[in-house]
Each structure stands twice: as C-alpha cells, then as structure tokens.
C-alpha cells in the first residue's frame, strides 16, 4: 500500500507527554505541513511507546500526512538510547530533509544525541523556520551569542536539517475530523541495548501553569526588587484574568517557578496583553514573547530596550506603580 | 533493511485489526448470500457507535448468526445479544463469548476493539483473539477508503 517516497519530506518527533497541555508537536506539524507544502513534499509524525492511537490520531486530525508508530511496552518509558537507536534507523532509512521537535526538556536531551548520531546539524531553541526559496534550505533563527542577536542557521550539506523550536512559536491547526493519514508500523522485536536501566518514573506535582493559552500575561524581572514584589504580580494576573511570567534571573532568584520561564530557554507567548514589569527587555526574553499583540513597559530606566519594542511605555518605579494599578483595577472589575 | 506494515488512519474512528489502526475492514464476502463475511464499515464524524455486519458460522461451518449494523439478523444458533457500555457482547451460549465490540472514547475520536473466534462455511478459522485486537485470516480488505457497498446482497 502506498508508497514511501513522500516520507523523505519534514518529520515531527511527536512529545504526547502532557498531552493537552503541550502542544509543542501540534504546533511543528502545522509549521512542518507550511515547510513541506513549500517543498511539494509530505510531514510524518513520529510516535513511539506503548497505547499510542489517540496520539497517532490527534496528529492526523491536526495535519500530519503519515504517522510512523512504534508500540513496545519498553518504549513506555522514555529512554534517551534506545529511542535514539531506533529513531537513527527510520531516518537513515528514509532520509527525511527537514526534522523537528519542540524545545521541551525532552527534546533539548535528545535531539542533539540524534544530530550527533546522524552526524548532522542542530539549530537548538529556534524561534522561526522558512524555506529559503531559492535553494530550498532550511532557514533556522536561532538566538546566539547568550541571545544578544538572532543568527539564521542553514544546513547545506547534511541531512536531516534538524531544529528544536519552543512551545508557542507556532500555532497549532485546528483538529480536522475528517482527515486521514497513513501509519507505519515498523517491525522490530528486540530493542536496541541500553547502558540506562529505568527502575521507576515519577510524575512530578507541579502548579497548573498555562501561560501559551493566557489571553494576559504579566510578566516581572528582576527589576522588582523582591520576591514579595513579585508575588503581587498573582494579585495584578488574577484581575486581569491572566498567567505571570518571568525572566531568567528571576527564576535564578528563586522567586518563580521554572515553568514560568519566558524567553529563549523558556516559553513563547502570544498573549492579546502583556504586561512586562521590571524586566531590561534582553533579547534571550523578548524573542519569547514576540508574539504579543500589546505590551505595555514599566522600568525605572526610560533607555531600558523592552521600551522600544513596547506599545505603552512607563518609565518609573514599579514598586510605586504597581499598587496604583492594583488599587485602579480593584475599583474598576 | 526495514521493514513496515503499513494502513490508514482515520482522525475520527479506528478499528484495531491485525495490531493495526484502520478506518474500516471487510473479512470474507459480503456479496454472497451464504457465505462467511465480517465486515466493520467506516464511522464518520457525528457518529460514535461501530457498524458491524456479518454472516458468521460455527466449527463445522454451520450458521449461527447474521448481524446487520451491529443489531442481529438471523439467528439460527440462538446466540444471545448483550448491550454493554460502549458497544456489545454476543454469547454463543452461557460463558461462551462469541464476539466483543468495544468503543473507546478519546477526548477527540473513538477507537473500536474487537474480541472474536469466527469460522466461516467451510469451519475455517477466519477471525481469532490477538492480543487486545483480533487477527483475521483469508480474503480481506483491511483497510477501507469510504463506506462498504455490497454489490448484490
């Protein structure tokens, strides 16, 4: 049935963990559709572990052309050697030009075994894909140099182009009920050996953080001084119906969870509001929330660089401005 | 080299055959009058529920039912129909099962196990328990592109 000659186009490495709330593969199928589109070719999907169809389904239903599933009761669990040994084959076999997954912490381990592996290239962390039109390469932006600028990455002369990209860069298709793909089912009986022997995994209980759905994002730097000041940044969020934020030194401050990360090593947002509050404006956060469609600025220092790519800027302090909006707010919702 | 099996996936409703997802799969003839067949139709978005057809003998290649869109035909081995949550059962006789339809409900889309040891005219084996799916044996089309439509039934 079929033929296999629309599988050498742009695969997906599909990450279902956290299904519904991780839409990071969702998201590369349907930039992945637009890339192999551009290049008259097909995208697949790629699946691996154990009871895997309603993956395998969602994936068809939201763009993917073909789903290559491998079902095992050892592949369950994620291990980095032998999904790398098994993932090396099926791209060697077909040679896919163009390889995706989402810069989730899954795919951060192992797409780069998988680029050392095949002895090619990988644009880590990138925050946008196109098909260069006249030599039909992959052009990848990626931030570099500690995210001061945006390099455009190309790939000439190995196979596959591989790129991670972050979770709401991209948007997701809408689920079509009506599609149909195909599936391939590799054959395999043993595994690939793995040094790694996995005793038990254990999900870790974490606060619901959906900040690439939040219509609002409030988002605080380090420029608020204290955790305590951040911690009103809930009060602000709750108001206005949205999520918070925050910037990589924050983080470090320990005054946020990692989840709330945005930025280069973070999230992407694409709120209808953000709200950035303390924060320099430097280029490993703004790329994750370029997405924005208003942002409003508030910073001490009026020649902070978030000012030039905010539509509303507040030069003061935000430990003084932040309980006039709180107050203005109360009175108002 | 490696080797595939390959099929079709519907974004709606799969059945699992074989250890493979398809949109719908026909056993045996259904164009025959008396003949074996096993024929599971497509599920289209807005429906939920499988239709299941089929002729289906015993052993020794005798008729013991007919089912027509999952509901029961004729039933010479006085088989007993069980409606169960999400499908049905049908009994050969007390604690024999001859057939299981389930439907599993995703958040988006249904997928239809079945459970059947099923002989045709001849006594041959044509349907047996694989693993949580079923195995089927002989003519078949396993995966189907749009509705079944019999040609002379």
């Not at chain 1, 009871?51 to 395998?56: E, L, M, S």
């Not at chain 1, 956060?285 to 001490?300: F, L």
């Amino acid at each position: 049935m079929g033929t296999n000659n629309a599988l050498n186009g742009v695969w997906v490495f599909g990450d279902y963990r956290n299904y519904f709330q991780n839409r990071v593969t969702l998201q590369l199928i349907a930039k992945g559709k637009e890339l192999a589109e551009k290049r008259n070719t097909k995208v697949t999907a790629l699946l691996l572990g154990e009871q895997v169809q309603q993956y395998a389904m969602e994936y068809v239903a939201h763009g993917a052309d073909v789903v290559i599933a491998a079902e095992h009761p050892d592949l369950k669990e994620y291990q980095v050697e032998a999904y790398c040994a098994l993932v090396a084959q099926w791209v060697e076999a077909f040679q896919p030009e163009v390889f995706l997954a989402g810069a989730t912490s899954f795919g951060r381990e192992f797409f780069p075994r998988l680029a050392k592996r095949l002895g090619t290239g990988l644009s880590a962390d990138c925050v946008a894909l196109e098909v260069d039109p006249k030599t039909g390469l992959l052009l990848q932006t990626t931030p570099a140099f500690g995210g001061e600028l945006l390099a455009e990455v190309v790939t000439p002369n190995h196979r596959p182009q591989m790129a991670t990209v972050h979770p709401g860069v991209f948007q997701e298709r809408p689920h079509n009920p009506e599609a149909v793909g195909r599936i391939l089912y590799p054959d395999f009986n043993v595994l690939p050996q793995s040094r790694v022997r996995l005793i038990r995994s254990r999900r870790q209980q974490i606060r619901k953080v959906n900040l690439e759905e939040a219509p609002v994002v409030i988002v605080g730097g380090r420029g608020l001084g204290s955790k305590a000041q951040f911690e009103r940044l809930f009060e602000l969020a709750q108001l206005l119906e949205g999520e918070v934020g925050a910037t990589r030194p924050v983080i470090r401050a320990g005054w946020a969870e990692e989840d709330r990360l945005l930025g280069q090593t973070g999230k992407s947002v694409k709120p209808k509001l953000l709200i950035s509050i303390g924060t320099s404006g430097a280029l490993q956060y703004t790329t994750g929330i370029q997405g924005a469609e208003i942002i409003i600025a508030i910073n001490r220092d009026p020649h902070a660089p978030i000012f030039r790519m905010a539509d509303l800027g507040l030069a003061g302090d935000a430990s003084a401005i932040l309980p006039l909006l709180l107050e203005a707010l109360r009175k108002r919702i | 080299m490696i080797k595939f099996t390959e099929s079709k996936i519907s974004a709606h409703h799969n059945y699992l055959v074989n250890d493979l997802l398809t949109p719908g799969f026909v056993v045996g003839d259904p164009n025959s009058s008396d003949a074996f067949y096993f024929w599971a139709d497509l599920v289209l978005p807005g429906e939920s529920t499988p239709h299941i057809s089929a002729r289906i003998m015993d052993e020794k290649g005798d008729l013991l039912l007919e089912l027509n869109g999952s509901q029961m035909g004729e039933n010479p081995g006085k088989c007993d129909y069980h409606p169960l949550q999400g499908g049905f059962k049908i009994f050969r006789r007390p604690n024999e099962p001859l057939l299981e339809v389930l439907t599993q409900n995703f958040p988006r889309g249904h997928m239809t196990r079945i459970k059947a040891r099923l002989f045709d005219e001849k006594g041959d084996l044509r349907v047996e328990p694989l693993g949580e799916s079923i195995q089927v044996h002989g003519e078949a089309k396993l995966v189907l592109d749009a509705p079944f439509t019999p040609s002379a039934r």
